[in-house]
């Protein structure tokens, strides 16, 4: 990766991490329940893609992401008070992790010779995933089955991204231009209060 | 596969995927969030059998899940006040899936080299944990843990096929009597209502 | 595996198994499901160990894992009311089997030629996530991100493990001192009643 980019993987960890402890600690969860909750909603996205691709994940490769998300844990402890003042920055930092994340997935598995359907679906867990999980491990409904345009972003940016590479763009190109789709959509989204339907079928649980 | 197994599959992909569609449509999940709860709930068992055994998930290699999983959403979006008058259809379908569900995950777990209980327990995953999944994605304790004889039907017909295997049947033959072992059990188990003893030590929960 | 470590590893996984299928019977599961839970909480956390780690998972290679989840199933179906005064003596076993699955673990982790922060991880893995899953399973937030000191005497003692690993100890010696580092840490918090402090960030949840 180039620093560019490893600056943005850095700070879009961090984002991811923040948002994770920040849901454990409305839980309730101790320190370590709390970094585990940040570090699996950082890096479950790209874990899950690693797993099905059969390579070995990122993580466990370098411990940046590690360290990254006991700086996120400190930086709760310190300043946890005045993070509400910080939303909006936050909201920016993860939606520029969503964007690298999505087209670092999408690019990995081309790379590896996947056809480029798989590659949209690729980038799209290394996106949302980790947040699936980090819901699960809270105990609550996953919040992108339910709530904003975020998983559908990554889906947009991984096509732009993966149409881009098959018309032969350069590598950087494509994702400049797929991560830009992400974000914009999700910027977008959130602005513009764009939501998807919801089915509902009239029908009681079984 | 033969063209007769297809045509199973594609059903028992549908049907399973319209489970999971439906109970996400229950908690209200947008259209993004009731496709990936059917997609997870078809294919979910087959992918941790596939992780487990170290290859690659076969909806990696074949759109046909995706294209099947779209097909169900599309037609609860369209159909869903009718479904309920289909619900003895969409058992039978269920049932369909979990008995070819089965078997296949156990053949395939035979043909890599695994000994005979491997495989067993491999069809019942390929059979079962889909529906795991998806429990666990709306935030559900998982019915397969607490009612219906529906796992226990997987393991019956896994070791009925693994035995004819190992007695030297052919591969088809095996195929039809465990499959069938897995279609009788569960339908004879609902008809009359069997149920697996309930455990219950008088303890509160630690 | 030695003997005497096999007998630790049986007796560990028997008193994982129990905590499993205890907690599974408060929640009124049927035999099947506290079945299922109590195998998942005694192999989980070695399972995704050996996922992530691209190996085959150790319970699909010998069925003594299937086995002695039978027998704790059947123990607690047949002595299910006398359980509760053997609370002490099940501690004891459940923090022996933390020990030994976690120095298992890092050892396993370390013959890979990983690096020792991996090692670490891979260690608390393996003695902490099978009760994850099982929370997970139950529906309930992970214990061990709320309460008690128990991922963290993984931790430890992977660390410890690890160290004198590094530092050319015999493996025997690294085991016992690793396994030991977190048999005391864990007996010693709960004894003091040692917890980590909760994350509170005022915030609520988004």
Redesign the interface.
Known sequence: MSLFAQILDFIGTFAFAISG??????????????Y??GFVTAIGGG?LRD??L?V??GW?TN?IY?ICTGLALLW??LF??Y??HLNNTFFLFDSIGLALFTVVGASKTLALG??A??AV?MGSITGAAGG?IRD???????L????EIY??ACVAGGIVYTVCSRLGMHELGCQLVGGLTVFATRILAVKYNI????????????
């Open positions: 402890i920040r849901l454990a600690s409305a839980k309730r969860f101790d320190w370590f329940g709390a585990v909750v874990t797993l099905l059969d070995t994940p466990m411990p590690l709760v402890i946890g008070k993070l509400i996947y056809p359907w798989v679906i699936v699960v491990f809270i105990n609550e409904i996953p992108i089955f339910r709530k998983a559908m939501c998807l339907p919801v089915l509902n079928d009239k029908e009681r649980k079984r």
